[in-house]
């Protein structure tokens, strides 16, 4: 039987706090909001508590950050894209932010395992003085436990709509994707980070912010397979190969504390559930 989920969850400011408010119809939940960095940011862990998506099963998720709120997601582990008899699994996140608002996505890992059929899509629409930052970290397979990626497909596909897009489909069985030069040359972790802001971002702000990046790329192991680019005034982004999940996501959260502090003036407050 395939799980249908969807959720929505709006943030709102109220009195100079950020609150969460959410509604849900099937296996997926928000946690209660956490403030340790006090009443402006609001933090919030999703969870789905059958831990993973088969052939027919959908989640759908629509987020909201309303004016001059900003909230901060994350997830307890990762999530896990099954085997499927035929039928595709898809998660879509759609974010909508409104007049200042913020919104940090941080959810852990997505892993393909053997034959699945995954599809995997994030939305962002943003007013012209909101701002996003956030991630999406792929595992194809689990190839230190044995467990390889060598059947089924992804599609992946992040848009903002009229300003940036990025779709693909990685074929399990594409030899010169999967393990050619000018594919992902063996490696199994395909990850970025990204900003976006609803309007262009001021010159002097985006190239500190990429020079930033480089600088903690160039002193990381993975630094002859990541970079950091603009493909538009209102996106700066980071890509990252890697062979397995944990040095990319530790490039990643490099990157999202030096960020948040160069982008926002906030110190790199770790989600409380990333330590335990």
């Known amino acids: 039987m395939a799980w249908h989920a969807s959720l929505q969850l709006d943030y709102a400011l109220r009195a100079g706090r950020t609150?969460?408010?959410f509604r849900h119809d099937g296996p997926l939940?928000?946690?209660q909001s956490l403030y340790p960095e006090g009443d402006a940011v609001c933090h919030n862990v999703l969870v789905h508590p059958p831990g993973g998506l088969v052939g027919g099963d959908t989640l759908d998720l629509r987020i909201t950050a309303g004016d001059a709120s900003h909230g901060l997601i994350t997830?307890?582990?990762?999530t896990?894209?099954?085997?499927?008899?035929?039928?595709?699994?898809?998660?879509?996140?759609?974010?909508?932010?409104?007049?200042?608002?913020?919104?940090?996505?941080?959810?852990?890992e997505t892993i393909c395992y053997n034959s699945c059929l995954a599809e995997n899509h994030?939305?962002?629409d943003l007013a012209p003085q909101a701002e996003f930052l956030g991630w999406d970290v792929t595992a194809l397979g689990l190839p230190h436990a044995h467990q390889p990626f060598d059947q089924g497909s992804l599609l992946q596909h992040?848009?903002?709509?009229?300003?940036?897009?990025?779709?693909?489909?990685?074929?399990?069985?594409?030899?010169?994707?999967?393990n050619g030069p000018l594919g992902l040359a063996g490696h199994r972790c395909l990850a970025s980070i990204f900003f976006v802001a609803g309007s262009r971002i001021e010159r002097a702000r985006r190239q500190g912010a990429l020079d930033l990046a480089r600088?903690?790329?160039?002193?990381?192991?993975?630094r002859h397979t990541a970079g950091a680019t603009s493909p538009d005034g209102q996106v700066i982004v980071v890509r990252v190969l890697a062979p397995m999940v944990e040095p990319a996501m530790d490039l990643l959260r490099r990157v999202w504390a030096g960020w948040r502090q160069h982008l926002w003036t906030l110190s790199a407050a770790s989600p409380r559930i990333w330590s335990t």
């Open 215 to 222: 600088d903690v790329i160039e002193a990381h192991d993975l």
């Open 122 to 124: 994030l939305t962002l």
């Open 19 to 21: 609150v969460a408010q």
């Open 29 to 31: 939940r928000v946690l």
């Open 75 to 78: 997830t307890p582990g990762a």
């Open 158 to 178: 992040i848009e903002v709509p009229g300003v940036w897009l990025e779709r693909g489909r990685i074929q399990a069985d594409d030899h010169r994707l999967m």
């Open 80 to 108: 896990r894209f099954y085997r499927s008899s035929g039928e595709p699994a898809l998660q879509r996140t759609h974010i909508t932010l409104t007049d200042q608002a913020r919104l940090e996505w941080l959810p852990l």
